[in-house]
């Protein structure tokens, strides 16, 4: 008989969400492994979570499905960071050594949860789904040391993953931070790329985070507490939801430079110029002066700016000069960043506009390379201290005095 079949209903769906997401994300992983660590990671989740449902439909497989939560409570940190590190990496982003050492504490509770599989089925019966602890006093002396070394090893493990989550946490947002920073350099518009959702899903992420180590950390130290089984299933229903659809919209942020890195390169090593010298040797006044004077030119005499997608590599391409010696031109010689130096010429093309005619703020932005009024309104007012309608305001009042 179900007890609660709301409650029921709303597990199955969660599940469903992931199996979904999962099989989609397997899918994308052929051609970009940056979905593969997101995969593993709601498999996780669905592993923890999925009791509700087993214990109506699968009830001998509650224990197997228990033991196995230690280590995939381990594995969600690490597969998640993996994932931001991914769709941040301005290069195709792969497992490799490197990551090993993160699945270390996963491979532990691993270990932990097979050699649980070990115990005699009726003493795994009594720990796991009665929460009978006497059933140890029966037990040969061996075996007794052998469960209480389990034990006192999951103990240490949970305290673990409160500071493993606490670690990939931190990481993540100091990750996102220097991401957002790096769009600047290489891109002049960023709002697609900017992974807001990121934020407030970890926001959200957080504080559920630190509740479940509260919640695990006193269960652990034989102290009952008691959620509404509701409102957190509800809550991780609209979490897995979430993850679920911006993971599987999100592209990596530096995808287009992927492939045009390797063509750019081609074509000044076609046209004799040389990148190589620019990667390996410091940019002096000289050169520093003549790139900033290519740059001018692309900016006011082609107008560049007017791309919407206009990006460091684009304007590399244009003026045949290595994107490395355009960045650095720009923050060191012009003392702005690729972003700022580019919406720089689109305000002020937009204050003409704004200035000689009567057209709407938006269609203006749309004009002059912006493609969201919101970035527009944001680059207006660190240029000009006004808002545009503020702007165009007060070039009326002028006007008529």
Known sequence: MIDNPTLLALNI?????????VNLLFLRSFERQTYLPLAF??????VIICR????????????????????????????????????????????????????????????????SL???????????????????DSTPIVLRYFIYGLLITTFILVLG????????????????SGYRQHLKDLFSSTESKEIRWLSWLLFVVGIVWVAAAINIVLDNLFLSTQ????????????????????????????????????????????ADLPQAKYQRSA?????????????????????????????????AKSISTSPNYISQTLNETLGMSFFDYVNKYRVEAAKQKLEHTSNTVLDIAMTVGFNAKSSFYTAFKKETQQTPSQYRKQCATNNHE
């Open 118 to 136: 070990l115990l005699p089925t009726e003493i795994r019966l009594a720990l796991l789904v009665e929460g009978n602890e006497g059933i140890l």
């Open 161 to 176: 993953w409160v500071i493993q989550s606490g670690f990939y946490f931190y990481k993540i947002i100091r990750r996102l």
């Open 41 to 46: 990671c709601l498999l996780a989740i669905a």
């Open 52 to 115: 509700p449902t087993l214990a109506v439909f699968f009830p001998l497989l509650q224990p197997a499905f228990l033991i196995f939560s230690l280590p995939a409570i381990l594995l969600i940190g690490p597969c998640f960071w993996f994932y931001v590190q991914g769709i941040t990496c301005e290069t195709p982003w792969s497992f490799s050594r490197q990551t090993i050492p993160h699945f270390i504490p996963f491979f532990i509770g691993a270990f932990i949860a097979l050699a």
């Open 13 to 21: 769906s969660t599940l469903v969400v992931i199996m979904f997401s």
């Open 227 to 270: 959620w509404d089984a509701m409102l957190s299933n509800s809550v991780i229903f609209v979490m897995i939801w979430s993850i679920s659809i911006w993971g599987l919209r999100q592209k990596p942020g530096f995808e287009e430079l992927y492939n045009n890195h390797e063509a750019i390169k081609e074509e000044l090593v076609q």
């Open 283 to 315: 940019l002096d006044e000289q050169q520093a002066s003549q790139i900033a004077e290519k740059i001018e030119h692309a900016m006011r005499d082609d107008k560049l700016f007017l791309d919407a997608s206009l990006s460091l590599q684009k304007l």
